[in-house]
């Protein structure tokens, strides 16, 4: 059994602590020291089943997923698409590049749901389903614990433990989802799985490919859609697995703060009589709140959010059309924050970041075509090297690299930085990587 992890998202849906880089997969909010991700890797590893799992996801996001989890092997989207893509984009690798049988049994799983160790238990009995009883697809279903508006229903044929679906119903409103849980239906916890087969002949419906490589170049070609509009609508025989365990999907403010710690996160001073009141401070200023109850307030580098928790679940519409760099970052090496951008009236762009770089790791051997920079080192110590000349550094060492020249960094300690960065185009800025001479 092979698991597929969904790690892709927007960001825009827990805004502003995540950004198309850091989704909310990888906030370390549950404890403050423990990301979506991490949490749902080391329940995979206990269930004996993160050996088999691959993860899909997008380029911007691989590094995180490596700072966190360390040395898994991750399918990279070219561009980012829907789930109905990512997901028949892991299936070519599986079938193409892992060599697996055909007949061996896919199980796709998203990342953002809180969930009991039961739950990967039980995705066992859905391979058991799809050997005893050949569906096109097997869908896992938890029992409701209350009427949500929040949440897509699995209608099963009738209420034991492994059934047929006559349907599924998105979202209903409250007096709708009262009747449907008394008839017997289930949350949709978004898990499918089906024979490799399967969505090998969905792909090649979808284009003529012979290898991996070839579905990563008409990726573009394939439908930007979720894979329950493009696969799960048009399948003959569908069955459902229940779940009567622990299931809450976290992906918004107001679910994600139902299982968080009550307790603030950063600098924050929050007065007794704020009540059901979450606060997150990432800001190195404080955030004082006062008379503020059934509220989630977050503040970042990216921007502030203040919202009633029911409403917070519409963020979305409202940051849409945010369109700014992300001013925080996970890499590999560590971490960075923006500090400044100003951009000049003849088009020159200065961008200031603070970097964090962990002992031991470092920054590719690199140049730039189109920027120079200058690094102060504030904490730390370090070895810098440009032009194959390596330098030791402390607080207070600075160095200027001008354009085309190579240039790099290794962390001795865990060492802090300024980056300022200098150039008409700081993007795409033609920077080629290298082996470090040192």
């Given at each position: 059994m092979h698991i597929i992890l969904l790690s892709g998202g927007s960001g825009k849906r827990l805004w502003p602590l995540s950004n198309?880089?850091?989704?909310?997969?990888?906030i370390k909010v549950l404890d403050n020291e423990t990301s979506m991700l991490q949490r749902i890797y080391a329940q995979l590893q206990r269930a004996g089943l993160a050996e088999h799992t691959i993860i899909s996801t997008s380029a911007s996001q691989r590094e995180s997923i490596l700072n966190q989890l360390g040395d898994v092997t991750t399918v990279i989207e070219p561009e980012r698409r829907n789930t109905y893509p990512a997901i028949a984009l892991a299936c070519a690798f599986l079938q193409c590049e892992r060599k697996c049988n055909e007949d061996d049994t896919?199980?796709?799983?998203?990342i953002d749901p809180y969930?009991?160790?039961g739950y990967f238990e039980r995705l066992f009995k859905l391979n058991d389903v799809l050997e005893t009883y050949r569906p096109e697809l097997v869908l896992m279903g938890a029992k409701p614990v209350y009427p949500a508006e929040k949440y897509g229903y699995i209608l099963p044929e009738n209420e034991t433990e492994v059934s047929s679906v006559r349907g599924f119903k998105e979202k209903p409103d409250l007096d709708t989802a009262k009747e449907l849980i008394d008839e017997g239906a289930l949350w949709n916890c978004g898990v499918f799985a089906f024979k490799l087969r399967y969505m090998v002949n969905v792909l090649r419906w979808a284009m003529h490919y012979r290898s991996y490589n070839d579905v990563v170049r008409q990726y573009s070609s394939l439908t930007n859609t979720s894979f329950d509009?493009?696969?799960v609508e048009k399948c003959r025989s569908i069955y459902s697995v229940r779940y009567d365990g622990e299931w809450t999907d976290i992906g918004t403010w107001n679910t994600l703060t139902e299982i968080m710690d009550k307790k603030p996160i950063g600098d924050v001073r929050i007065a007794e009589d704020c009540n059901n009141t979450h606060v997150i401070n990432e800001l190195e200023i404080p955030v004082v709140v006062m008379g503020a109850s059934d509220m989630v307030i977050a503040a970042s580098p990216d921007g502030i959010l203040v919202a009633d928790k029911e409403q917070s679940s519409y963020i979305r519409k409202y940051v849409e059309d945010i369109d700014r760099r992300p001013m925080f970052e996970e890499r590999t090496w560590g971490e960075y924050k923006v500090l400044d951008l100003t951009i000049h009236e003849n088009g020159l762009k200065v961008l200031t970041k603070r970097k964090r770089i962990w002992k031991n790791s470092s920054i590719e051997y690199q140049s730039h075509k189109y920027r120079s920079e200058v690094w102060t080192v504030l904490r730390g110590n370090c070895i810098i090297t440009i032009n194959g000349r390596a330098h030791e550094a402390f607080a207070g060492d600075t160095y200027s690299i001008a354009e085309n020249i190579y240039h790099g960094l290794k962390a001795v300690t865990d060492t802090e930085i300024i980056e300022i960065q200098v150039g008409m185009e700081l993007?795409?800025?033609?920077?080629?990587?290298?082996?470090n001479p040192s």
């Open positions: 198309e880089v850091r989704s909310k997969q990888f896919v199980v796709v799983i998203p969930v009991g160790d509009y493009e696969v993007a795409d800025d033609g920077t080629e990587i290298k082996n």
